[in-house]
């Protein structure tokens, strides 16, 4: 089968916040697939935060993008053509694969979902990578008990929504911290946060003091910067931070610099420990498992900003920047056939 192949590489390294130039669109052409690969269809593209990380040329827990190269997320594709025994043309796989309409894949690389589950984008949002995050880095590193005070920052977002809808399950008291009085609204009335804080219209230290009376137990980190410095003082006695993420610094240009954390460390005893939710691979079936379970007991919502069209993947991957997505930012490539 040979058919025009449209792709987006990474063109250059951005500078600060990636801008339009830094990537390329490219035609190709694509051949059939050989024995034990598949031909895939995309369908829906996650575009997230972490994927900047991967456009510098620096040592990370995955490799960078090389110029050139067609950039790659998790993606839900469909079977054009199989030849391999383990999948037949239609099959719904979801895998890590480029930004590009059709992909020659090997069979072991991605794994087939189950299509019952609506909507099938949440194979890439909370029955997904971003559910998973939430999972064990909540409850591995935060283990969050009943009564406690759990902070979650970026709050709206696919990972934040879902720690504090964990959180909540496992009866603590959930602040979350966003950026619009719509997302606020969304964390306290759909998903029963106790407290969220407008970072944008409100002082931070001064609402966290009186969200939090008791203090802080457990601190869910996927922003950094200023928002985390104005939590640190006040993290309770063996309080816990699971670092997820630093979108405020991703774009900087220069080292940032802030309130060092070691005495906060030392005086409360607390722990804060990074992760990806690649260290928990060998435990992903616990997850999911978890994850369905509460889904379909009604105990866990979702939200998704669903883009349209291939030609906007990189828009949508801007706007996460910008903070225009609630919940997990999801392009929709095509039709399921």
């Known amino acids: 089968m040979n058919v025009t192949n449209e792709q987006i590489q990474l063109a250059r390294r951005p500078v600060g916040t990636p801008v339009m130039e830094d990537f390329a669109f490219v035609e190709a052409p694509i051949a059939s697939p050989e024995d034990g690969e598949l031909l895939v269809r995309t369908v829906y593209v996650s575009v997230d935060p972490y994927l900047r990380g991967r456009m510098q040329d620096a040592k990370s827990y995955i490799p960078p993008f090389q110029l050139g190269e067609v ?41 087939k979902i189950d299509a019952s589950i609506e909507p099938v984008t949440l194979h890439l949002s909370m029955l997904g990578m971003t559910g998973l995050t939430a999972y064990f880095g909540l409850l591995d590193i935060g283990q969050p008990k009943e009564g406690e005070t759990v902070v979650v920052s970026g ?52 609402a966290l003091r009186e969200a939090c009376p008791d203090g802080i137990d457990v601190y869910f980190d996927n922003v950094g910067g200023t928002i985390s410095d104005a939590v640190f003082p006040l993290l309770n006695k063996f309080a816990r931070i699971p670092v997820c993420g630093a979108i405020s610094s991703y774009n900087n240009t220069e080292v940032e610099m802030g309130p060092r954390v070691q005495t906060v460390l030392i005086k409360t005893s607390a722990l804060m ?65």
Do not use: M, P
């Not at 594709?77 to 199989?82: G, H, N, P, T």
């Not at 025994?85 to 309409?101: E, H, N, P, S, Y």
């Not at 909540?168 to 804080?197: M, N, P, S, W």
């Not at 616990?286 to 105990?299: D, F, P, V």
């Open 71 to 111: 950039i790659s997320s998790g993606v839900i594709a469909q079977v054009v053509e199989s030849k391999s025994d383990q999948f037949t043309k239609g099959d719904l796989v979801l895998g890590a694969l480029g930004w590009q309409r059709y992909t020659i894949t090997r069979a072991e690389a991605v794994r």
């Open 273 to 337: 420990k990074g992760f990806t939710v690649g260290d928990y691979s060998d435990r992903y079936g616990e997850g999911l498992t978890a994850l369905t379970t509460w889904y379909k007991e009604g105990k866990l919502k979702y939200e998704e900003t669903i883009t349209e069209g291939f030609d906007h993947i990189i828009d949508a991957f801007l706007d996460l920047f910008k903070g225009a997505n609630l919940g997990k930012s999801i392009v929709k490539v095509s039709e399921i056939e």
């Open 155 to 206: 709050a709206a977002g696919a990972v934040g929504s879902t720690v504090g809808q964990i959180a909540k399950i496992h009866g603590a008291r959930v602040v979350g911290i966003a950026g619009t009085a719509e997302k606020c609204d969304y964390l306290t009335e759909q998903l029963g946060f106790d407290v969220a804080i407008n970072y944008k219209e409100e002082e931070v230290k001064a």
